[in-house]
Nanobody, 121 residues
Framework: QVQLVESGGGLVQAGGSLRLSCAAS????????MGWFRQPPGKEREFVAA???????EYADSVKGRFTISRDKPKNTLYLQMNSLKPEDTAVYYC???????????????WGQGTQVTVSS
């Protein structure tokens, strides 16, 4: 059974940093795309960043230059380094896996349960 478990969320002041992790189990995702999404309070879930199986990355405009996505294939773990955090980054952050494609407009196949990130002003 595939499981994605996020960790690393918390409360941080504006300008601070957090590093999210997503540990995957149940199968190896070394040839699949992985991504981060977030759902701010009262809003729809939105794309944050994704990384393909060769290391190609994509970012939402709102996080470019501040967030960095990376993965450790042997550990089957995905990361999101978040710097210069802003109050508008407050959201539940989810990791997800996309099987066979690397396309933010296509559905993701597996999702974690989410981790809360709160940025105070």
């Amino acid at each position: 059974q595939v499981q994605l478990v996020e960790s690393g969320g918390g409360l941080v002041q504006a300008g601070g940093s957090l590093r999210l992790s997503c540990a995957a189990s149940g199968r190896a995702f070394s040839r699949d795309a992985m991504g981060w999404f977030r759902q701010p309070p009262g809003k729809e879930r939105e794309f944050v960043a994704a990384i393909g199986w060769f290391g190609t990355t994509e970012y939402a405009d709102s996080v470019k230059g501040r967030f960095t996505i990376s993965r450790d294939k042997p550990k089957n773990t995905l990361y999101l380094q978040m710097n210069s955090l802003k109050p508008e980054d407050t959201a539940v952050y989810y990791c997800a896996v996309q099987i066979g494609v690397f396309d933010r407009t296509s559905p993701y196949d597996y999702w974690g349960q989410g981790t809360q990130v709160t940025v105070s002003s």
